[in-house]
């Protein structure tokens, strides 16, 4: 039997409830050297559902796995039926004020880094720039036979013409980029090969139940030993990917804010969680420092 990644997680203790104080995390970010890890709960504010909070795509959706991918063909036909439709909608997500405010935060030399759990580039489409994507990029596709890496817009354009006419009315869009599809909607999706090998494609980004890759953990765990604090952005911190860093953090006595309106794994380990929407809390912040409102994107 297959053991299920971590997918959800119930407090088993009582947890420092909430807060709408912003003034630690204007504190924290006045000193810069402060590294933001974020999570999809920034990315909501752009129309793309996150997993875990009110609504989120957990309640309707069960994300794709690794090892589902990776073991039949039928799960990759379901998934890149479902993913090739979704990216339309998906690819027309734009930066929301949050992640405009994390760019403006870093121009105005507060941060030391950005890691994002997330796969849809908004943080990059803002302006923040050497943005670590701890789980990849919806924007590459890698081959598992050969490894070779190409762009997803190629991949989207021969699923085109090999599934001419393929427009089914999704039921909603995920965090993935996965639309919520039925099997009579998959019907018999083509899937494409690899053209160099001819081998299986799969989109690079870290599915539930893969590892991130070591040398990208050690590079965060490294942003992590140089930065002076760390700020939690619409993360539950549910899975290991993104708790790692918090308690890599609060054992070297580093500061960890949490901003997400729910509670959180990592919220033992924080000064303070602010239980406000990212959007709001974060242009307030700006605005508390001085930082001139970002501008549209």
């Given at each position: ?51 875990r909070?009110e609504?989120?795509s ?39 004020a ?51 890496v ?7 354009r ?24 039925t099997?009579?909607?998959v ?39 140089e ?71």
């Open positions: 039997m297959r053991m299920r990644p971590t997918l959800s997680w119930t407090p088993v203790e009582d947890l420092p409830p909430g807060t709408t104080d912003l003034a630690p995390v204007a504190d924290a970010l006045s000193t810069g050297g402060v590294l933001v890890l974020s999570g999809a709960g920034i990315s909501t504010e752009s129309g793309i559902p996150d997993y909070g609504g989120g957990l309640s309707r959706h069960t994300p794709m796995t690794y090892q589902d991918f990776t073991g039949g063909a039928r799960a990759r036909r379901r998934y890149w039926a479902r993913s090739h439709l979704g990216l339309r909608t998906f690819g027309r997500a734009r930066p929301n949050g992640h405009r405010t994390v760019a403006a935060f870093a121009r105005h030399g507060l941060l030391s880094g950005v890691i994002t759990q997330n796969v849809d580039g908004l943080h990059q489409s803002a302006g923040s720039e050497g943005v670590v994507e701890l789980h990849g990029s919806l924007d590459r596709v890698v081959c598992l036979g050969c490894g070779a190409s762009p997803r817009r190629e991949l989207a021969r699923l085109e013409e090999a599934n001419a006419g393929f427009a089914p009315v999704a039921a909603g869009i995920n965090p993935d980029g996965d639309a919520d599809l099997d009579e909607q019907g018999d999706f083509r899937v494409v090969p690899c053209t160099v090998c001819g081998g299986i494609l799969k989109p690079d980004v870290v599915f539930f139940g893969e590892a991130v890759p070591p040398r990208r953990v050690e590079h965060c765990r490294e942003l992590v030993r930065a002076t604090s760390l700020l939690v952005l619409g993360s539950s911190l549910t899975v290991m990917s993104g708790l790692r860093f918090v308690r890599q953090a609060a054992k070297a006595g580093k500061p960890v804010l949490i901003v997400n309106l729910d509670p959180t794994r990592g919220d033992q380990h924080a000064v303070t969680r602010v239980a406000l929407p990212l959007g709001t809390a974060l242009t307030a912040v700006a605005d508390q420092l001085g930082i001139p409102g970002p501008a549209q994107t």
